[in-house]
């Protein structure tokens, strides 16, 4: 069945530094792609978002870019902000009536000023 | 705009018991979802309604079970409660039809703890 994989966290940046979070999807067809971020106590909220291959994605200094060569997905920032400490998911859904989001595990990631 | 809002916040409930959890969808949107989240987990699907017909689910028994109601508000009930099912509950909405990968936006969910 579909799924996605996450690299392993927590990762721990300081202020500034280069992020990459790691995902890898297997699925039959073309699916969309998502990656969501939940903050402390909240629910999850659309980070950015590509729909088939070679898109690009962007939010708040956030990208990533639909492989489909390497059925992947990587998440992507230039200097990470203490206020990017958050939990990212990754994940996938077909574009089929009736289906829903399949995630990743979820990284956590930790910023220090 | 009113987004996603789930009731209630946190519960606590005894194993054995049943359990119902609310949801209001976002204005304009006629699907909804519910997802299990356990501690330190990714959400796991458990059943999708469009136009009050359940048109998708995951891998749950069938004592997961769900309504949608004419303003596309929704519950998720759990009878025969067990340890296993404590965990955060999210509720996400989105417009259905033909826009198939079209942003679900989530509530912040419902805290169960099963003791």
């Known amino acids: 069945g579909d799924s996605v994989t996450q690299m392993e966290g927590p990762v721990t940046l300081s202020e500034e530094a280069f992020l990459t979070i790691n995902c890898t999807y297997t699925a039959t067809g073309y699916p969309s792609l998502f990656w969501y971020v939940q903050y402390p106590g909240e629910g999850l909220q659309l980070l950015l978002k590509?729909?088939?291959?070679?898109d690009k994605g962007s939010n708040k200094g956030f990208e990533a870019t639909y492989r489909k060569e390497t059925t992947s997905f990587h998440l992507e920032k230039g200097s990470v902000q203490v206020s990017d400490s958050a939990v990212y998911f990754c994940?996938?859904?077909?574009?089929?009536?009736?289906?829903?989001?399949?995630f990743g595990k979820g990284t956590t990631l930790s910023v220090s000023s | 705009e009113t987004g996603v809002t789930q009731s209630p916040t946190h519960l606590i409930k005894t194993r054995g018991q049943q359990v119902t959890l609310r949801c209001s969808s976002q204005?304009?949107?006629?699907?909804v979802s519910w997802y299990q989240q356990a501690l330190g987990q990714g959400p796991q699907f458990i059943f999708q309604y469009y136009r009050e017909e359940e048109n998708g689910r995951g891998n749950f028994p069938p004592r997961f079970s769900g309504l949608q109601f004419p303003n596309y508000s929704s519950e998720l009930n759990v009878n025969a409660l067990e340890l296993d099912d404590s965990a955060l509950y999210l509720c996400?909405?989105?417009?259905?039809?033909?826009?198939?990968?079209?942003?679900?936006?989530f509530g912040q969910g419902t805290r169960l703890t099963v003791v």
């Open positions: 590509a729909t088939k291959a070679d």
């Open positions: 996400a909405s989105r417009p259905g039809g033909r826009q198939l990968n079209t942003e679900a936006f």
């Open positions: 204005s304009g949107h006629n699907t």
């Open positions: 994940a996938l859904t077909r574009n089929q009536a009736g289906t829903a989001l399949i």
